[in-house]
C-alpha cells in the first residue's frame, strides 16, 4: 500500500529551536509538496519540487524555513530558529509523473513550540 | 486569479442519507482538474475523488459522485448511504498546473 510518510508525527520544541521534518513521497512520484495548515490560514503551499529541484518557495519565510530533497525519497523542512507562529501542522504531500496533478498527502507533523 | 470557494461552512446528515456538499470555482482556463479531499479528525488528506474538466462523464466512487457543471463552475461532491466514518472536513480543489487551490472547507457531521 503506498503512501507518503513523514516523521516526527507530533513535535513540540521551546522557541529558537531547530525543528526537521522528513518527508518520504510514495516511490516514483516526481512531485513533492509542503504545506502548512492552522486554523486562521488554512492550507498553505510552503515549497514544491520537481524531480528533486525546487519550483517555488514563495510560500516560505526564506529568513527562517528551508527545503530540501537530499535524494528521490527524502525531503525536509527545517525550521530554523522556531517561533510560537510556527505552531501548525505540516502536510507533505507528493504527485506522480504524467500531468493528472493529484496530490497525496502524508498524515503530517503537529508542531507545537512554547 | 482562479478562486475557489465552498459556501457551506457545515453540514449534517442521518446516517444512511445522501448529502450534497457545493463547491464553485472562478477561472479562464479551458482544462483543468479539479478534486475532493476528505480530512477526518485524524487530520489526514484523503483524495476522495477527482475530475478532469475535458471530459463531460461525472466522476464516480464508489458511495462518491460528483456533478460537474462546467459552464456553471461547479463541482459539487453527493455523497451517498452516508456513514459515520464520512464525518470530516472536505475540501474543493482546483489546478490547471502543479498546485492546487483549495476552497475553505466544509464540515460534515454524520449523524447515527
Known sequence: DARVTQTPRHKVTEMGQEVTMRCQPILGHNTVFWYRQTMMQGLELLAYFRNRAPLDDSGMPKDRFSAEMPDATLATLKIQPSEPRDSAVYFCASGPRGGSYEQYFGPGTRLTVT | ?112
Do not use: H
Open chain 2, 1 to 112: 486569479a482562479q478562486t475557489v470557494t465552498q459556501s457551506q461552512p457545515e453540514m449534517s446528515v442521518q446516517e444512511a442519507e445522501t448529502v450534497t456538499l457545493s463547491c464553485t470555482y472562478d477561472t479562464s482556463e479551458s482544462n483543468y482538474y479539479l478534486f475532493w479531499y476528505k480530512q477526518p479528525p485524524s487530520r489526514q488528506m484523503i483524495l476522495v475523488i477527482r475530475q478532469e474538466a475535458y471530459k463531460q462523464q461525472n466522476a464516480t466512487e464508489n458511495r462518491f459522485s460528483v456533478n460537474f457543471q462546467k459552464a456553471a463552475k461547479s463541482f459539487s461532491l453527493k455523497i451517498s448511504d452516508s456513514q459515520l466514518g464520512d464525518t470530516a472536513m472536505y475540501f474543493c480543489a482546483f489546478t490547471n498546473t502543479d498546485k492546487l487551490i483549495f476552497g475553505t472547507g466544509t464540515r460534515l457531521q454524520v449523524f447515527p
